[in-house]
Nanobody
Framework: QLQLVESGGGVVQPGGSLRLSCAAS????????IGWFRQAPGKEREGVSC????????NYADSVKGRFTISRDNAKNTVYLQMNSLKSEDTGVYYC??????????????????????WGKGTLVTVSS
């Protein structure tokens, strides 16, 4: 079965940290650009951070720059999102998605310019005191 599975969400206090993982099964991620997206209650889904297939190019939403770091380990078929200095406004369901490299850019992936090939079911992050 071809799927992406997110993990690592949970409840954390403001200022805390979480590391999300996105693991692929049934296919290898090394030819896919990957994006992390989130959807807060009552809001539209937004691109948070994206990474190229090699890991050499990354993109971040302005709201998370300097706090979040995206990385990937193609040997483990997994992409990570390290989230530090979490704020209440980071609360939401976080999804990872994969798009074949083709003629795509990580900026375009985060901006929602492409139809993503695979989506995970999401993991909930709640930042609350």
């Amino acid at each position: 079965q071809l799927q992406l599975v997110e993990s690592g969400g949970g409840v954390v206090q403001p200022g805390g940290s979480l590391r999300l993982s996105c693991a692929a099964s049934g296919f290898t991620l090394d030819t896919y650009n990957i994006g992390w997206f989130r959807q807060a209650p009552g809001k539209e889904r937004e691109g948070v951070s994206c990474i190229s297939s090699s890991g050499g190019s990354t993109n971040y939403a302005d709201s998370v720059k300097g706090r979040f770091t995206i990385s990937r380990d193609n040997a483990k078929n997994t992409v990570y999102l390290q989230m530090n200095s979490l704020k209440s406004e980071d609360t939401g369901v976080y999804y990872c998605a994969a798009r074949s490299v083709g003629s795509t850019t990580v900026q375009g992936v985060c901006a929602g310019h492409y139809v993503m090939t695979y989506w995970g079911k999401g993991t909930l992050v709640t930042v609350s005191s």
